[in-house]
C-alpha cells in the first residue's frame, strides 16, 4: 500500500471497538463542499451520558440526563464553534481557546501551544484539534485549508505535553482523520503517527453511514457530520444521539 493511498472511513474503523473521540475534515470529490465529522465514544455511565445540539452554527455537548452526571468538566464542551472564515472542531474546551485566539488575531498553533492533553491519568487523553479556513475574498473564494492538532502525554506518568501541529490544502476526495486512542485497553494507549489519510463522498449521508456504521454499538454515543457549500456558506448537516434513538 502506498503513502499516498486513501481508505474509506468503515474501513479505518472496521475491527476496533474503541477510537475514543475523532476528527475528519476535507474535500469532497467535485471540490464544492468542506467536510467535518466529528463523533464521540464512550466506556463509563458519565462518558455514555451524552447528546450532541445543534445552537445556530455550533454544536454543544450536553448531559442526556442530568441526574446521572458524575464529572462535567472533561465531558461537556462545544465541539464545533464558527468564527468569521474560520471553522473549529475539537474533543474539549480547547475550542474555545482556539475561537478566543482567533478573535485576536493570533493562530490556531498558538492557541493550542496554551493546552495540554487532558488530566485524566493513567490515560492522559489527547486533545485533537482542527480548523478550516474559508477563502475571504475573490481570488480565493470557493477555497479552503485546514489545520489539525494532537497533544499528547510523551510518557506514562504525564510528566510533559508533546504537541503536534499539521496543516493541509484542501485536495478533492481527499481527508484525513485523527483520534485519541489507538484501540482499547487499560490504560488506553494514545494514537500514534500522522492523521489517517481518508477518501470523502460527495454524499454526506454516505460518509454519515460510514462512521456511524461502523462504530462500536456498545461504544458509539453520538456523531455530527457537516457539509459546507464553497460559494455560498451555506450548510447541510446531520447529527445523531444514540441516547435519542
Keep these: 500500500m502506498s503513502i499516498y493511498d486513501k481508505r ?5 474503523l472496521a475491527g476496533n471497538d474503541y477510537q475514543g473521540r475523532g476528527i475528519v475534515i476535507g474535500n469532497t470529490p467535485d471540490a464544492t463542499k468542506a467536510v467535518i465529522a466529528y463523533f464521540i465514544m464512550g466506556r463509563s455511565e458519565n462518558s455514555r451520558n451524552r447528546v450532541f445540539r445543534s445552537e445556530g452554527d455550533d454544536v454543544m455537548i450536553y448531559p442526556y440526563d442530568e441526574s446521572k452526571v458524575e464529572d462535567p468538566s472533561l465531558i461537556i464542551y462545544a465541539p464545533v464553534r464558527t468564527i468569521g472564515n474560520k471553522l473549529i472542531v475539537t474533543n474539549g474546551d480547547q475550542t474555545d481557546t482556539i475561537r478566543d485566539y482567533v478573535k485576536e488575531g493570533r493562530s490556531f498553533k498558538a492557541a493550542l501551544e496554551t493546552r495540554e492533553f487532558e488530566p485524566d491519568g493513567p490515560n492522559w487523553t489527547p486533545r485533537i484539534s482542527g480548523m478550516l479556513t474559508f477563502g475571504s475574498d475573490i481570488e480565493s473564494k470557493g477555497e479552503f485549508t485546514y489545520e489539525m492538532s494532537i497533544l499528547k502525554s510523551v510518557d506514562e506518568i504525564g510528566s510533559e505535553c508533546a504537541r503536534y501541529t499539521y ?17 482499547n485497553g487499560n490504560p488506553l494507549p494514545t494514537f500514534q503517527g500522522e492523521p489517517r489519510r481518508v477518501a470523502i463522498p460527495n454524499d454526506p449521508k454516505e460518509l454519515f453511514d460510514e462512521i456511524w456504521g461502523t462504530l462500536n454499538e456498545d461504544n458509539k454515543i453520538s456523531l455530527y457530520v457537516r457539509y459546507t457549500n464553497l460559494l455560498t456558506g451555506e450548510y447541510e448537516d446531520i447529527c445523531v444521539n444514540k441516547n435519542e434513538l
Design 8 to 12: 474509506k472511513m468503515n474501513e479505518i
Design 167 to 183: 496543516s493541509y490544502p484542501s485536495i478533492p476526495g481527499l481527508g484525513h482523520f485523527i483520534h485519541t486512542y489507538e484501540t
